[in-house]
């Protein structure tokens, strides 16, 4: 069982950054959407969308990496080599949440279960209780 612990971002220093934002997909920004958008993500995108999309370097990106944000659909896609994660945006959170579901302990060995979710730092943990837990050994690593 994987070990984590809980995150708290008020000790980083590090911002994510905005490759694009668009406040409404248009036939006008389409071209460069599709410049920016990992191709499986394509398809979801629609007019009037509300989308950002994010450079993701973290702790867990091999290589440079997108997460592209729909605000109007609260959901999210984060690109890695195997293809996109998709799940829920927590606004709230700045979290994509995904439907997978994973049980792990903390260091001090009280039980964590809870929705798999990534971070716009690429950080990939569990979400539970209101609470964002990393993984701190490689068995939760992507």
Not at 41 to 64: F, M, N
Not at 71 to 100: H, R, V
Not at 117 to 127: F, Q, T, V
Request: net charge negative; charged share 25%.
């Amino acid at each position: 069982m994987p070990t984590c612990i809980r995150l708290d971002l008020s000790e980083y220093q590090e911002e994510p950054q905005a490759l694009i934002e668009y406040l409404s997909v248009s036939l006008q920004n389409a071209r460069m959407i599709k410049e920016t958008l990992p191709a499986d993500q394509l398809s979801q995108v629609e007019e009037g969308d509300d989308i950002s999309v994010y450079a993701v370097d973290g702790p867990t990106a091999d290589c440079s990496r997108r997460m592209t944000i729909w605000y109007n659909k609260e959901m999210a896609a984060f690109e890695t080599p195997q293809g996109s994660i998709w799940g829920d945006w927590d606004e709230e959170e700045e979290l994509l949440l995904t439907e997978d579901f994973e049980e792990a302990h903390t260091v001090d060995g009280s039980p964590v279960k809870g929705r798999i979710a990534y971070n716009l730092l690429g950080h990939r943990g569990i979400y539970s209780s209101g609470n964002f837990y990393v993984f701190s050994d490689s068995e939760g690593d992507t």
